[in-house]
């Protein structure tokens, strides 16, 4: 059954009846096995890894217990997973948190949480550009182009723009590319964990190596006020596998392969992770991780001593194919936001267009790219500090539209949560406890980075630049949705909603009893 002349494919019209708004995508393009490698790509596991692991083992009372923090920030972010596979269960709209915070919470929230995903993207551009830059010039030997600003704006441009093209030429040519980049990367930071591992076991172990120990591991050997530092930059790692989602109308089975993705993906982030934190960690101990040369790139740093020449270059192709492969699983995810914005009348109706051949989001993706490069030359123009602190920002719109898909399982469901102990569980405790956990971190993050201390750019107009750019950010969008309201009438009417009653019983495909207004 088709609602106001569109196709079912699974949840339900916001206005009652049976059925997700046929956006023109191209539907089962890809695969659920698709799903989890743009979800585990879009995070950048090389790249998160070598910029992040020395700066988490830096925090006052982190040391050796780095990988104590990665298993603590990998908690809210499970938990979170987990409302998105029972929301996109219910819902499989490629909007994702904007589609759903709107049911639960609102046309203003929604409206809101679509532009958080859209900032954070945008505010991560200009990193992963340049990392994809500097690592393409590292990869060849172009010590001057590297070293040049220039040279890294234009290659960054370039970057964007192929990755751009890649997203707009087609799904199944982003899918292919994503299995290809994410498989070198991964096999790469595996056979590095290993050899670091095996060669401090051995008869002849480095400098300074220290045998993992069980220690590492344990959280309640670190005090609470020095984890929460640490967990914010533990969840900057983590983000970007709700990517995997953002595809669902393109996937095989849109209601339930992508949610189970989005699980799976995070899982697998967690071993990936743990692994090559032990690896670089034992190999030569924490000092040398938090040497102030070493910290800002720990892979290429360990890349001689671990893998020697001219197999250390093979760390320079993890870590560049994993900022490229990011920045085109950045440019998929925003771009079907926005559409699904569109077919929504939250936002004009322009970003809506589909592509008759390709069938991707048109003028969607080729916008991000244009605002991505517009935001990253700029950025990349000024100090390294400012790029570095517009990356902390990212953390806010994350944390909040995170924290509020939790919340939003937990509301758009709350008739279902008491017919079960499974559903008050999996829909109410932990969704719930996810949110709230990230809406901690985020007023945490709030209180840190507003000390100018903690932040490595000035200050401006006394505002530090994570909350410049992060809260500030979020505020521009407030001004924004209050503006949209008078123009977009129809979007801003819609009423509240809780899920139709049996809703995560029905099969995936069929119609279901109209929305229950709040």
């Given at each position: 059954m088709a609602v106001e002349g569109t196709a079912v494919t699974g949840g339900h019209h916001p206005n009652g009846g049976g059925g997700v708004m046929d956006k023109g995508l191209k539907k089962g393009a890809i695969s659920s096995l698709s799903n989890v490698v743009i979800g585990v790509a879009s995070t950048a596991p090389a790249y998160s890894l070598a910029a992040t692991l020395g700066?988490?083992?830096?925090?006052?009372?982190?040391?050796?217990?780095?990988?104590?923090?990665l298993l603590v920030s990998f908690v809210p972010i499970l938990l979170v997973a987990i409302a998105y596979k029972y929301l996109n269960r219910a819902d499989p709209d490629s909007g994702t948190s904007f589609a759903w915070t709107t049911r639960a919470f609102g046309p203003g929230l929604g409206w809101l949480n679509g532009w958080a995903i859209f900032l954070a993207d945008v505010l991560v551009m200009a990193s992963l550009s340049d990392i994809a830059a500097i690592y393409t010039f590292k990869l060849f030997g172009f010590t001057e182009l590297g070293e040049s600003k220039a040279a890294i704006v234009v290659a960054a441009v370039l970057w964007i723009a192929i990755m751009t093209w890649i997203c707009w030429r087609g799904i199944e040519l982003s899918a292919k590319i994503q299995r290809l980049l994410l498989s070198a990367e991964v096999v790469i930071l595996t056979i590095f964990a290993i050899v670091a591992i095996v060669k401090v076991y051995g008869g002849s172990p480095p400098h300074g190596a220290t045998k993992p120990a069980a220690e590492w591991f344990n959280p309640f050997s670190v005090s609470f006020g020095d984890l929460l530092?640490?967990?914010?930059?533990?969840?900057?790692?983590?983000?970007?596998?709700?990517?995997?989602?953002?595809?669902?109308?393109?996937?095989?089975?849109?209601?339930?392969?992508?949610?189970?993705?989005?699980v799976i993906s995070t899982v697998l982030l967690l071993a990936i992770y743990l692994l090559v934190a032990t690896g670089a960690q034992a190999f030569h101990g924490v000092a040398f991780l938090t040497n102030e040369e070493n910290a800002e790139d720990v892979l290429?740093?360990?890349g001689q001593g671990v893998l020697g020449e001219p197999w250390n270059k093979l760390l320079i192709i993890s870590v560049l194919t994993s900022a490229s492969a990011s920045t085109q699983t950045t440019i998929l995810p925003t771009a079907r936001t926005t559409l699904s914005m569109a077919h929504w009348k939250a936002v004009h109706r322009v970003l809506g267009k589909v592509h008759k051949t390709y069938l991707t989001p048109d003028v969607s993706t080729i916008?991000?790219?244009l605002i991505s490069i517009a935001i990253t030359v700029p950025l990349l123009l000024v100090s390294e500090s400012v790029l570095a602190d517009s990356i902390t920002a990212l953390g806010f719109p994350v944390c909040f539209y995170y924290g509020f898909t939790g919340l939003a399982c937990v509301w758009y469901f709350r008739h279902e949560l008491f017919k079960s102990v499974r559903n008050f569980v999996m829909l109410g405790v932990l969704p719930g406890l996810g949110g709230l956990m990230l809406f901690g971190v985020l007023i945490k993050a709030a209180i840190f980075y507003g000390e100018s201390k903690n932040v490595e750019s000035s200050p401006l107009g006394g505002i530090t630049l994570p909350l410049l750019f992060g809260i500030g950010g979020m505020l521009v969008g407030v001004i924004l949705m209050i503006a949209s309201r008078r123009s977009f009438k129809e979007f801003f009417s819609r009423k509240t909603e809780t899920a139709p009653p049996g809703i995560l019983d029905a099969p995936p495909m069929q119609t279901v009893p109209p929305a229950v207004d709040f």
């Open positions: 700066f988490i083992a830096g925090v006052s009372g982190i040391g050796v217990h780095a990988p104590a923090v530092p640490a967990v914010l930059l533990g969840i900057f790692i983590y983000w970007g596998w709700d990517s995997g989602v953002a595809v669902n109308e393109e996937s095989e089975d849109p209601a339930n392969g992508p949610g189970k993705a989005a290429n740093a360990l916008g991000m790219g």
